[in-house]
């Protein structure tokens, strides 16, 4: 029953994504290690793990705002299933296998144990940053602070703000993304854990994509 909507939804929603327990056991739904995914823009491009799938893609130019998952109908038969939801560039060779700290939009570490509504959104690596990046505008920024007294440590902490005062400690907020600036990106899902053994379990994705590119009159640029 897995579906694919797009569009004004609701809510600032631009997209939708519907997936079933039943979706998920069936062998065509998802990926197979080194097989070709299908694109039409990168007929070579290969899965880079099993269980994974191409849902949508986000135009150059472009950015998410929102990515999020809800449970409509809760998980059975299974106790061990994992979720992730990536972005990469549409030329990518290989769709990257992906972990908690990989996984650009989605991360959700339990998905076998959550009741229906329970929503997850932006909580992948794209939408946060370290103290050590907001501070110094680089994630190794502090990484010199570590061995001294508490003086020695609190001197070179102080240095090290001076020294990065002009930096733009900010590169993103929370609440956008924007990973498709030259070339469109794919966005796509992966599992782990004991598929075979589900028998209940409903969910939909959302998703709210700024295209403005769309928007301008005259020609528009290539796919990639």
């Given amino acids: 029953m897995s579906l694919l909507q797009s569009g004004n939804l609701g809510g600032g929603i631009t997209h939708t994504f519907e997936f079933n327990y039943e979706d998920l056991k069936n062998p065509s739904f998802l990926s197979t290690s080194g097989a070709l995914t299908g694109s039409t823009v990168n007929p070579a491009q290969v899965f880079g793990a099993d269980n994974q799938k191409i849902i949508m893609r986000i135009p150059k130019g472009s950015f998410m705002q929102i990515a999020g998952i809800t449970t ?127 028998t209940a379990g409903r969910w939909i994705m959302y998703f709210q994509l700024f295209d403005p590119i769309s928007l301008a009159n005259g020609p528009k640029p290539a796919g990639l």
């Fill in 72 to 198: 409509v109908e809760a998980t059975a038969g299974a106790s061990d299933l994992t979720f992730y939801c990536n972005a990469i560039d549409e030329n990518a060779a290989t769709l990257t296998d992906m972990s908690g700290s990989s996984s650009a939009l989605i991360t959700q570490n339990e998905l076998d144990n959550r009741v229906a509504g329970y929503s997850l959104v932006n909580n992948g690596n794209a939408y946060g940053q370290s103290l050590a990046n907001f501070i110094t505008d680089s994630d190794s920024g502090l990484n010199g602070l570590t061995g001294g007294t508490d003086a020695e440590n609190g001197a070179a902490a102080a240095l090290a703000l001076y020294n990065n005062r002009a930096n733009n400690a900010q590169e993103r907020s929370y609440a956008a993304y924007a990973p498709a600036q030259t070339t469109a990106d794919t966005i796509y899902i992966g599992f782990t854990g004991s598929l075979s053994s589900l």
